[in-house]
């Protein structure tokens, strides 16, 4: 029988991953397999589990204690000659809000790397250059997925978050609530054509020589269309509305959401911007 509800699943901890088959890998790990196919310089397992460190751009004075851990942890791992302070002064406070924009960005393009392993594998599962299928729990047995299934992109979307796929988005009349896992053909995944597919999209193309993900290109994007200065007044509330309104000009509000926005208008901001001639970097010019 399938699965009644879903099962377990997170993709930071392998414990919730079913097993490898003889002729079939999970479709988790193929996502994994397939990004390396694409980046093997700068792919990373890790990324696509890791959840990044975010520090809210505010003054020293408003940061909570669990704010302060979050900048420590972020020191000891980007300034080493700063260490683990016990007492934080504004200087060491805007170089943990540094650290913590640069650690986003990085994270943003990993973002991105992983969005397009996955896409790679949709693409190829509807020209069925990959086989994809269902795993039953009764006997270990495979069942093909129709490549048709893989244009249905919310239902896909959904399927890339928990890797397993309801009985009533494949069978028709089937009971509500079954799950099955989802597995890709080995051969087919050893087999698939990178070189053509990173070729014939622009999304991906020479993935290895400084891939720019759809998040970041609007970030830079977005740097120049709202000119946040180093003087800036704007509050960081005030940049985050614009970064959602130029997302909505620009017709990328599907993948620009109200989270993002906010970390976006912290790393556009920079870590004194809106103090106007008060800011530190100001006072150096």
């Known amino acids: 029988m399938p699965q009644q509800g879903r099962f377990k699943f997170d993709w930071k901890d392998r414990s919730t991953w079913p097993p490898e088959g003889k002729d079939y890998v999970f479709l988790g790990d193929a996502v994994l397999q397939m990004g390396a196919k694409l980046w093997p310089e700068n792919w990373n397992d890790n990324d ?9 751009d505010i003054p020293l004075a408003k940061a909570s204690g669990p704010q302060l851990a979050v900048a420590r942890i972020l ?10 302070p016990e007492h ?9 809000l ?24 949709r693409k190829f599962s509807v020209q069925e250059a990959l086989l994809t299928a269902i795993r039953w729990e009764r006997d270990g047995s495979y069942s093909p997925l129709q490549s048709t299934l893989w244009t249905l992109l919310p239902k896909v979307q959904e399927w890339f978050q928990t890797c397993q796929v309801a009985s ?20 087919h995944l050893e087999n698939i054509p990178i070189a053509g597919a990173a070729s014939s999209s622009p999304s991906v193309a020479e993935p290895a020589k400084g891939h720019r993900s759809d998040y970041l290109q609007f970030l830079l994007a977005a ?3 709202l000119n946040v200065t180093p003087d800036d007044e704007r509050l960081a509330k005030q940049v985050e509305a614009d970064v959602l309104a130029y997302a909505r000009n620009t017709g990328a509000a599907r993948i620009i959401t ?9 790393i556009l901001r920079g870590s004194d911007a809106g103090a106007g001639k008060a800011s530190i970097r100001y006072k150096k010019k």
């Open 223 to 225: 740097a120049d269309a």
């Open 168 to 187: 009533t988005d494949i069978f028709s009349g089937a009971s509500h609530g079954q799950y099955h896992w989802i597995y890709v053909s080995k051969r």
């Open 98 to 121: 540094i650290a913590s924009r640069q650690q986003m960005l990085v994270h943003l393009e990993a973002e991105g790397r992983a969005k397009a392993a996955k896409e790679m594998i």
């Open 258 to 266: 109200q989270t993002m926005a906010e970390k976006m208008a912290s």
């Open 88 to 96: 934080f002064t504004e200087e060491i406070w805007n170089e943990a």
């Open 48 to 56: 696509i589990k890791a959840t990044p460190l975010f520090l809210p």
């Open 75 to 84: 020191l000891r791992e980007t300034r080493h000659d700063i260490s683990s």
